[in-house]
Structures are given as structure tokens and as C-alpha cells.
């Protein structure tokens, strides 16, 4: 699952939902008003992103109502979807639908998503497009630290100083090569794996485990660990980079 986070309310639930499709590549429109034959009417989220050179577009409906969806809703935004020649039309509502609305959608472009189902739905193509090269953009040097070569400047080190950066390599390794392995180029690697969480579950006991803090270890939700992640390998960043800045020439 991407987030723990639950939206509070419709704007709230149009925004997270944005968010997710920016972040997996889309250009995404809020509240975007289009012309169509019957008149002018407004989507709550309009997005396209190129497959192969090819348009390929979106339109969601965000419902965050206490009750179940009914099959009228369905109607109409199944007839803006074919008005537009939209490819695929997504409702996301708090709570889920009645079973008309079920019918109302089946053989159609459209589906029907709790926000739990949308994660779901667009959660690979979040991991791959946004969670791994963000690891990739913000932690790429952290990696670098936790190779088992030195930099060029390690000679010329004062010895307290060695012993100080080989302190922060025994601190840090084991999440720069955790980190590492969350990186895009796993995706190279590995095409069809997606790296597990919580952490803690694929990490052995032991000293080098205990070096990651407890709550990286087990967090759950994607973004909340990318957050985490992030905050801690930047700190860790800051500490090599004081060392690195007082001899590199």
C-alpha cells in the first residue's frame, strides 16, 4: 500500500488521488472544464501520459461520501467518459458502491475503486516511476559511501578522522546497501520483484539490523518509509559530507 494516510474529505481524496497519478508519470488537471456536444462539464481529475508515443488518457470521479455509491452516478460520468473518448474512467469513493452501480459498470471503461483499491491499482507504476528513483535521486551518495572502496581524500585523513568515517560506514552500511537495493536499478535486476516491507521481516537479527532505525524497520506503507528513509540518509549524507569537505581538494 502506498499510504496509510485516509482522505478527510473530497478534496483532500481528488488531491491524494493527483498526487499518486503525477507521481507515476501522468500530467494530471484538477477541475479541468472540457466542451463536449451536450455542453461543458468538469472533472474532478483529468490525466495523460504517452505509452510508446501513444495518448493514453484518464478521468476520475472522487466521491467521498459516508454512504455507498449509487448506479446513477455511474451513468452519468459513463456518458462524459464516451462524450470525451476518454480510454479509461475511474470513480474513487471513501466507502464502495451499491451493486447496481456494479452493473452500471460492467462491459464498461470504467471501474469502480475504494481508495484502497486505487493504491492497489496504480501501485507498481508508483513504486517504479516515483519511490525508486526517488531513493535513487535523493540517496544515489549515500550508496557511494556504502561501497567497500575509499575515496581518493581517505589517505590524506587525520587518523581521528579515519576512525570517525569508518564509525559512520559501520552506522550506515547496512541502509545504504538497503537502500541500494530499492533503487531503480533493481527494477533492471529484478523486473518483477518489488522490495517487501516491513524491513524488519527481511533483515536477519543481529547488530547489523539493529544499526537501521526501529521505526524504518517496521513501517508498513511505502511513502511513509520513503519519508523516513530519506531523512535518515540525508543525516547520515550531512555526516560524511563534513569529513568529505574538510580534505577533498
Not at 539490523?209 to 530519506?230: G, S
Request: aromatic share 14%; net charge negative; glycine share 6%.
Amino acid at each position: 500500500m502506498i499510504t496509510s494516510r485516509e482522505p478527510d474529505s473530497w478534496q483532500d481524496l481528488q488531491n491524494q488521488v493527483a498526487l499518486v497519478l503525477e507521481e507515476c508519470g501522468f500530467n494530471v488537471e484538477v477541475e479541468k472544464k472540457i466542451k463536449t456536444a451536450r455542453g461543458e462539464v468538469e472533472l474532478d481529475i483529468y490525466a495523460e501520459e504517452k505509452i510508446k508515443g501513444r495518448k493514453y488518457s484518464i478521468a476520475v470521479e472522487c466521491k467521498n461520501w459516508s454512504n455507498n455509491i449509487p448506479q446513477h452516478v455511474v451513468h452519468g460520468f459513463r456518458t462524459v467518459v464516451a462524450d470525451l473518448g476518454i480510454n479509461a474512467g475511474y470513480i474513487v469513493a471513501k466507502t464502495g458502491f451499491q451493486s447496481g452501480a456494479f452493473s452500471a459498470a460492467d462491459l464498461t471503461n470504467i471501474e469502480l475503486l475504494t481508495w484502497t483499491d486505487f493504491q492497489t491499482q496504480f501501485f507498481e507504476s508508483w513504486y517504479e516511476n516515483y519511490f525508486t528513483q526517488t531513493v535513487a535521486k535523493k540517496l544515489d551518495g549515500l550508496m557511494t559511501y556504502s561501497e567497500p572502496f575509499l575515496p581518493t581524500w581517505f589517505e590524506v585523513m587525520e587518523e581521528n578522522d579515519k576512525e570517525l568515517y569508518f564509525s559512520y560506514k559501520q552506522e550506515f552500511d547496512v541502509f545504504g546497501m538497503v537502500m541500494q537495493s530499492m533503487g531503480p536499478w533493481s527494477r533492471i535486476l529484478r523486473p518483477n520483484e518489488i522490495a517487501q516491507l516491513p524491513l524488519i521481516n527481511r533483515l536477519a537479527p543481529g547488530k547489523e539490523r539493529d544499526t537501521i532505525p526501529e521505526e524504518i524497520l517496521n513501517e508498513l506503507y511505502y511513502r511513509e518509509f520513503l519519508d523516513m528513509a530519506i531523512q535518515h540518509g540525508e543525516y547520515a549524507l550531512g555526516l560524511f559530507r563534513v569529513l568529505r569537505d574538510k580534505y577533498k581538494t
